[in-house]
């Protein structure tokens, strides 16, 4: 009862946070947005967003395992970083774009592969729909 509870709350708070962001989005409020997805980590997980910024994408899910973050918070956090990326690329910052957009597939992928259960995509379907958005970013740039 209580993991059900604390993950609909994560995310309803996750929803909010996406939601500020697609309308600042919306209303080309480029750096507005990008401050608030950088106050939302530290009130959504507890963690800095220069930390995450500036890990690798391999070296992600470790660091934010010795953060003690769980699967599902990753897994938002996956998420968040798409939005980054999308962000980045309103604001034509391409290598940071690109970098997010890394950061955020790398981590869906490591959590799919490592947290069974979790999603329920068919491998061979998500491995299509990850090709098909990596070649995307590369026309995109």
Not at 67 to 93: K, P, V
Not at 98 to 116: I, M, V
């Amino acid at each position: 009862m209580y993991h059900r509870d604390y993950f609909l709350k994560l995310i309803e708070e996750a929803g909010r946070v996406l939601h500020m962001l697609f309308t600042l989005r919306t209303e080309k409020r480029i750096p507005e947005a990008m401050t608030y997805l950088e106050e939302s980590f530290k009130s959504l997980f507890g963690i800095d967003w220069d930390v995450v910024r500036h890990t690798e994408p391999e070296a992600l899910p470790a660091c934010l395992r010795e953060m003690g973050l769980d699967a599902e918070r990753m897994d938002l956090i996956s998420g968040l970083l798409q939005e980054a990326a999308h962000l980045s690329f309103d604001a034509a910052n391409w290598e940071e774009s690109k970098h997010y957009a890394r950061q955020g597939l790398f981590l869906h992928a490591w959590l799919n592969d490592n947290e069974p259960g979790l999603f329920s995509m068919e491998r061979a379907a998500r491995d299509a729909w990850f090709e098909e958005l990596i070649a995307g970013l590369g026309e995109s740039a």
